[in-house]
């Protein structure tokens, strides 16, 4: 596995070799089609030009500098080397892992980034990464954290993924929004005990077992079926909008038809099942004739 970084773990007096690896592509938040902006006219990719309004004139990039706005139209300037003066440094090469904490006590909502952690290719090495992994596993601890790479600073936190351990990016406290606001509608809001046996009964039926393989996108399938159209001169043809039922305001009703649905998708699939064996099937009288 390719690494794109390589350092240790570090705790105590416990140094353990590891390398960073992403876990997803690197275009894995966008489509993995890209679009140029061009001219209608004549098909040319347009430029972006940095213009100056106040001179009227195209700026070179040597002319530009970082600014924040304090009031409107108001600036602080702020120079290259006043970012560099703080940026941290950290020629150590490690991620210090400050504590462990129960890992389904984190909610995934802090998390930004998965990366995996690989271990030292020498078996000698490789030894304290396996040990780590396994007290993780058993005792379902992760590991809080800490690193910097690049010259900024990262939390995150270490994980038990399988038999790999997987490094969090995450969030400062500061950047996730509170729940508190709607915690409170919720509380107001009061469920029938008929309707609650109803969803746990929708729940129920369409109940499976998680399957990365169904992490599929339609709009990307779509997206490259066009394209291929296009580039064959095929003309797209537009897609028909379906007549949209009436809404049902009663939620009681509506989770009675939903449940309604569900039973009859899956009536065709117990019709299609072989027939039970010869004498397993209880004998119905004939019926008489008047």
Known sequence: M?????????????????GMALATKPAARQSDVSFRTLHRECLTPIKQ???????????????????WEV?????????????????????SKSIEITGFVAAEDVDPVFFDRTYYLAPAREPA?????VLLLRAMQETGKAALGRFVRQGTEHLCLIRAKGDTLALETMFLAEDVNSQAEIEETVAESKVKEAELDLARQVIDSLAAEFDPADLTSEYRTDLRQMLEAKLTGQEIA?????????????????????VAEVTERKQPAKRG???????SRKRVPARKSA
């Open 2 to 18: 390719r690494t794109i970084w390589n350092g240790s773990l570090t705790f105590g007096l416990v140094n353990i070799p590891v």
């Open 49 to 67: 030009k940095r213009w100056c309004p106040t001179h009227e004139r195209e700026v070179e990039r040597d002319e530009l500098v970082k600014g």
């Open 71 to 91: 009031a409107k139209g108001e600036f602080v300037v702020v120079e290259d080397a006043d970012l560099e003066a703080i940026a941290q440094a950290d020629d």
């Open 125 to 129: 090495a490789r030894r304290p990464y």
């Open 238 to 258: 537009r897609p028909v909008e379906a007549p949209t039922e009436a809404p049902v305001v009663d939620l009681l009703e509506a989770l009675k038809q939903s």
């Open 273 to 279: 099942r072989a027939a039970p064996k010869s004498g």
